[in-house]
């Protein structure tokens, strides 16, 4: 299974992204690229080269499944998981997620303590 | 007696002849002069002192006029005329005492000492010998022909008078009747001649019209119809009451009263007319109509104060459907009038939005069938105001013909509904806004107290550690504000599906395993038969979780708290059972009740919000199930849950 180091996390609330990249960075030990937006993501992606695509679903713009929809025509996917995070929980919607291409959707508020963790567990079931 | 020969025979048609003399009406009655001219005659004819007309009954004969006679009866047995009725011709007796029968009868050897006796049958051409027209004499006689034949011819007579007499009475009694009903009705009576003009009004019109009856003689009934009526009597009194055969035509007019304003009227037109002959002319009866009208009046008013419309909807048994009744206000519903509803339910049917026809029809059957209240919420394209919400409510009644009648009212609800939207919408963004700042505060507190960016100075732990809690307790407020709202509104989706319920109660109970060391609680599962549930997953977890933290956040340090579950009939009950203090009667009542907790201090101290049981109660008979406890304070309580069993079958 490859290592998992390198973390694109789209979000557009800067207190929520700089609490997502102290979980990740601080706890987890990866490398974190935050993007403010869809078009950030779209811009940066293949400079940064992920291992791994945190994406909001809810942003102004361009939201969360218009954004991998763009993604996905200039990385792999199948090769670098994405993960959506929402504070939608009823299950129908995680169905559509998966639907869209997401490995697994991480529900908000999310426990910071546990944040890498739960990446950890995506990772190892998409290269399982 | 009876062998005596001067005892007279009973006719073979006795009892028949006893009731056609009955029905004539004239035994025991006073004398009549055109009776008494007869006998009269027929003394003065036959040159006798006495003529009698005798009529005899079961017991004696009575004598309807008696010429030179003071007896009014006789008893039968000594009576010479029941003697004469057992033949069809005259009787005749010329000395009564050369003759066995009536040598020794009383009235020959006493008064009147009859020596001549000559009677002639009454019949009344039915076979029945009612009595006999009689000559008698004190002295032997011998009546010759032209004496006989006139005897004859007068008692002919006697009985056409009886016949003719009846049937005057039978007129009279009628004419007194007609006379009775027509001053007595509970109506206006009014004859007309075949021109329309009025030949007797009963007193009935003073009362309905105020005219006196003699005002209104040989006036133009056309003269009392209001003007908008006025050419009624062409098209439809004269026309169709020339070929009426005798029915009464009715119609609802307005009568003029002398002082000018209209009367509602019944009105009834029957041709007066002879068998086989055109008419004389026409009975009309007018029916105060003015309380009807009045109720209707009063229940227009009424109607018009509330809000939205009221009506009478039927469905008959042929499935054919009409309003008998609609309030003006079904113009603020359907943007019709009541008078194109009446008979036109398609009309209604296609303003309502085509989404909702289908639900709208099948709650009016369901309503029929289980005479169940009809209560729904449909959307009506309005002609003038554009789509609107409606909610109609009626109660539906059998009625003997096997149609159904619903009484009820529907209520323009558009604003109400654009209240909810707004509040819905307003619910769900302010729980946004609410929740993206807090996800920062919560993981910002988080990560500093779990060490993420160093140790943490002791005097500040305490503070930074309140700070997360409250944070999470605002967080889990808003997750049950945005549920219950979805519950209230009908937005949550049940996905049911059969569950194995062994499994999904260790994962709770394991999920529940890091909280209940926290309190220092052990939480243990008891394996129960392993059934399979009809439950939504994701939402019975849901329920579990409330029911398994409220019982480890009450439970007293180093108490227990078990998880099981036992089959009781159809359902699976699933318990939570703690060593807390039990739940107090007083608050028993109101435990599921929104914002509900035993002792306000609770809150703070508990960390709930006093939403998760109205929550879980909420969704638990979502699931078509059940939820309650059992408690004794002091004792611990018992929650349990009956969720429905899943047979082959039953899955949704």
Known sequence: MPELKRILHVEDDPSIQAVARVALEAVGGFQVLSCCCGQDALDQVQGFAPDFILLDVMMPGMDGPQTLEKLRQLVDIGQIPVAFMTAKVQPSEIEHYRSLGARDVIIKPFDPMQLATQIRAIWSQAHG | MSNHPGHPATPLNESERLAALLAYELLDTPSEAMFDRITALAAQICGTPIALISLIDAERQWFKSRHGLDAEQTPREMAFCAHAINGQTLFEVDNTLLDPRFCDNPLVTGAPDIRFYAGVPLNDGQGHNLGTLCVIDRQPRHLNDAQRQALHLLAEQATQLFELRLQARRQHEQAALHKAMFRSAGAAVLVTDLDGLIQQASP????????????????????????????????????????????????????????????????????????????????????????????????????????????????????????????????????????????????????????????????????????????????????????????????????????????????????????????????????????????????????????????????????????EQNSQRLRQLIDDLLDMDKLIAGKMTFNLQPLALETLLAECCASHQGFAQQHGIRLLHSPGPGLQVLADPFRLQQVLSNLLSNALKFSPAQGEVLLSSQLHGDVVRILVSDQGPGISADFAGRIFEKFSQADASDRRQKGGTGLGLAISKELIERMDGQIGFDSTPGQGSTFWIDIPLHREGNAP
């Open chain 2, 204 to 467: 009935g019109v003073s009362t309905l019209l105020g005219y006196q009856p003699a005002q209104l003689q040989q006036q133009p009934l056309e003269q009392l119809l209001t003007s908008t009526l006025r050419r009624l009597p062409e098209d439809s009194l004269r026309k169709p009451l020339a070929q009426t055969e005798g029915l009464g035509q009715v119609h609802e007019v307005q009568l003029r009263h002398c002082d000018g304003h209209p009367v509602p009227v019944l009105l009834t037109l029957t041709p007066i007319s002879l068998e086989d002959q055109p008419p004389l002319g026409y009975l009309c009866i007018a029916h105060d109509l003015s309380y009807r009208e009045e109720a209707l009046q009063r229940l227009q008013k009424i109607a018009e104060h509330l809000p939205g419309m009221v009506y009478q909807f039927q469905l008959d048994p042929d499935g054919q459907s009409h309003f008998p009744y609609t309030s003006q206000g079904v113009e603020e519903i359907y943007g019709l009038s009541p008078e194109a509803v009446a008979h036109d339910t398609l009309r209604v049917f296609q303003v309502i939005h085509p989404d909702d026809q289908r639900r709208v029809q099948e709650g009016i059957y369901l309503s029929a069938r289980d005479l169940s209240l009809w209560h729904q919420e449909y959307r009506v394209m309005h002609p003038r105001k554009g789509l609107i919400w409606v909610e109609g409510r009626a109660s539906p009644q059998r009625q003997r013909d096997g149609s159904v009648l619903w009484h009820g009212f529907i209520n323009d609800i558009s604003a109400r509904k654009q209240m909810e939207r707004l509040k819905s919408e307003f619910v769900s963004t302010v729980s946004h806004e609410l929740r993206t700042p807090l996800t920062s505060i919560a993981g910002s507190l988080g990560l500093v107290n779990g060490g993420a960016l160093g140790e943490v100075p002791p005097s500040m732990a305490d503070m930074l550690k309140i700070a």
